[in-house]
């Protein structure tokens, strides 16, 4: 490596005389005695050939030379600066685990995907996913054992909206999922098809009823074929033309991409369900929430979200 001809010890030494306009209190400002200053500033002025200060009534001037020094002073001093702040963030930020949560189907089809791009990206972040139910998620982050949670709007309580700084994030579109095998269009009857659907004390089913009032129907009137405890079991069972059902596109992307099953997207106004980015107000300050809070936006405004999720064909 090649030897400069000044050390950056020498540089803040003439960096403070300029501010502080004495040697004195250059010295005492360094921690250094006055003599240390004084041979710091012969050594560099003969390494670079070239007097640096003139000395005038008891005053200090920097001759054309020692203010070109003294400009690439102020230069590497702040770069030494910029890099020290950096070294010292990394090394905060290796003790620190940031922790996403949602539940289990966001979790594996979407969350998953999102940390592990962000990880990408910012490869010296700790980020873990945390999956837990939608209506303990509030509370989680709340309490600190999640710091950003994905989870569907209506499910955070109205008595923590002050608590939490939300953000709309993304709307589930659902589909009628059919088998590759049957041709199918929304006009229709919707009565001759047998459903397979989400049990009655689940969460979704009520989403899936709010589908079907649009269409004046209750799924009573619906041939159920099957009613089961998840959307695996359901996913699983329209492949085996047992019949069709109302999914997200985001459950059954892999299904889509490799044609092995087909859908109907259902374009109807108020009936999306909408997922939001929670975090505690007083932990949205924090960086690395921010990098991450951030940069699901990101992926969402560059046009990535669906490209990621294999959704874009």
């Not at 989870?151 to 088998?179: C, G, K, M, W």
């Not at 259902?266 to 924090?286: D, E, M, S, V």
Request: glycine share 2%; proline share 2%.
């Amino acid at each position: 490596m090649k030897d400069f001809s000044f050390t950056l010890r020498q540089l803040k030494v003439i960096q403070t005389i300029k501010t502080e306009g004495n040697v004195k209190i250059t010295a005492k400002h360094l921690k250094l005695s006055q003599p240390a200053v004084s041979l710091q500033l012969k050594q560099l002025q003969q390494d670079i050939y070239s007097k640096i200060l003139i000395r005038k009534k008891n005053e200090i001037y920097f001759t054309p030379e020692g203010e070109l020094v003294l400009d690439y002073a102020n230069k590497v001093l702040r770069l030494c600066e910029e890099a020290d702040k950096a070294i010292l963030y990394l090394k905060t930020i290796k003790k620190f685990t940031l922790i996403i949560g949602s539940n289990k189907m966001l979790g594996k089809y979407l969350s998953s995907k999102i940390i592990e791009i962000f990880c990408r990206r910012y490869s010296y972040s700790h980020v873990k996913l945390k999956i837990c139910c939608d209506k303990s998620l509030s509370w989680n982050i709340i309490n600190g054992r999640v710091d950003i949670g994905i989870l569907p709007d209506n499910e955070v309580p109205t008595n923590l909206y002050n608590l939490l700084h939300r953000t709309s994030y993304f709307e589930e579109q659902l589909a009628l999922v059919i088998p590759i095998s049957y041709e199918y269009q929304l006009t229709n009857d919707l009565t001759k098809l047998n459903l397979v659907t989400i049990k009655p004390h689940l969460q979704s089913r009520h989403f899936i009823d709010n589908i079907l009032n649009r269409f004046n129907l209750e799924l009573k009137q619906l041939k159920i074929r099957l009613a089961l405890n998840s959307s695996e079991a359901i996913k699983r069972s329209v492949y085996n033309e047992l019949g069709v059902a109302f999914l997200s596109p985001i459950y059954v992307k892999e299904e889509f991409y490799k044609k092995r099953l087909n859908s109907i997207t259902l374009n109807l106004k108020n009936t999306n369900k909408r997922f939001t980015l929670a975090i505690n107000i007083k932990n949205k300050g924090f960086y690395l929430s921010k990098q991450f809070y951030d940069y699901c936006f990101t992926i969402i405004n560059r046009n990535l979200y669906n490209k990621f999720l294999n959704l874009d064909y």
